[in-house]
């Protein structure tokens, strides 16, 4: 079980998070969708503590954190709860100077002290789950933005993480390369990981969600299944902001 309750966030006088409360099971996928400004990527930053809330608490993979203004978290807690999470960002964020199998050692080596046999072990099983067994001694300005992602999601797994987040994870690539990315992603959802992702992918949300929250100006503006949330909502607001990507997508 995850769950966070009343989480809130501020940059100086801009408060991004006015109150957040959400659960979820593990084994299910979590999509966060909403308008830009909304506050999806700072909550899915909380998750791993990239940005520290100013109050309200989250529970996640066994730890129970409470946020307190001005109060501090131990840099243990921090640390655990980072190795309970995977993080995959929008712009991959992988080392240029390290091969696709590197990137996927590093963690396993730095982190969890594996041997560096055990982890390119690891690594070639992880590089061939995401269709890339052919690219380890590849190093990242030579593969497409699709690949790259690819390996990030393989990074993230390597540290076999409870719970895996998604940044946006498609929006730097070109059209023709967010299907390869989206079906691994679909794959893991098959396999039961959990996952919280950020998208703006209203169909593959729709076809990987187990829940959908979606959020305005910093609060859950409707949550439920994907029908309920899609399809279903009378929210005004919701509607307005669905039917204008409908009209995207188009």
């Not at 380890?136 to 300005?141: G, I, L, M, N, V």
């Not at 076809?207 to 959908?212: N, T």
């Not at 309920?228 to 909502?233: A, G, I, K, N, S």
């Given at each position: 079980m995850i769950e966070i309750r009343d989480l809130h966030k501020s940059f100086g006088p801009l408060?991004?998070?006015?109150?957040?409360?959400?659960?979820?099971?593990?084994?299910?996928?979590?999509v966060i969708i909403g308008p830009s400004g909304s506050g999806k990527t700072t909550l899915l930053r909380c998750f791993n503590l990239l940005e520290v809330p100013d109050k309200g608490s989250i529970s996640l993979a066994g730890l129970h954190i409470d946020f307190t203004p001005g109060g501090?978290?131990?840099q243990k807690t921090v640390l655990s709860l980072r190795q309970k999470t995977g993080m995959v960002f929008q712009s991959y964020n992988l080392f240029p100077h390290m091969t696709a199998l590197g990137n996927v050692?590093?963690?396993?080596?730095?982190?969890?002290?594996?041997?560096?046999?055990?982890?390119?072990?690891?690594?070639?099983?992880?590089?061939?789950?995401?269709?890339?067994?052919?690219?380890?001694?590849?190093?990242?300005?030579?593969?497409?933005?699709?690949?790259?992602?690819?390996?990030?999601?393989?990074?993230?797994?390597?540290?076999e993480p409870e719970v895996l987040l998604f940044?946006?994870?498609?929006?730097?690539?070109?059209?023709?390369?967010?299907?390869?990315?989206?079906?691994?992603?679909?794959?893991?959802?098959?396999?039961?990981?959990?996952?919280?992702?950020?998208?703006?992918?209203?169909k593959f949300a729709a076809?990987?969600?187990?829940?959908?929250i979606l959020m305005d100006n910093g609060v859950i503006l409707e949550q439920g299944t994907p029908?309920?949330?899609?399809?279903?909502?009378t929210n005004p607001r919701a509607r307005q902001f669905l039917n204008l990507l409908s009209g995207e997508e188009e």
């Open positions: 408060q991004v998070l006015k109150g957040v409360d959400l659960r979820m099971e593990h084994d299910k996928v979590l501090k978290i131990p050692m590093e963690g396993q080596v730095t982190v969890q002290k594996r041997s560096k046999e055990d982890a390119r072990k690891r690594g070639l099983e992880l590089l061939a789950k995401v269709g890339l067994a052919d690219k380890a001694d590849a190093y990242p300005h030579q593969l497409s933005g699709g690949q790259q992602q690819r390996v990030a999601i393989a990074r993230a797994m390597a540290v940044d946006e994870p498609t929006s730097a690539l070109d059209p023709e390369l967010v299907g390869e990315v989206l079906k691994v992603i679909k794959q893991l959802a098959a396999e039961g990981m959990t996952m919280v992702i950020v998208t703006h992918e209203m076809d990987v969600a187990d829940r959908i029908q309920q949330v899609l399809v279903e909502t």
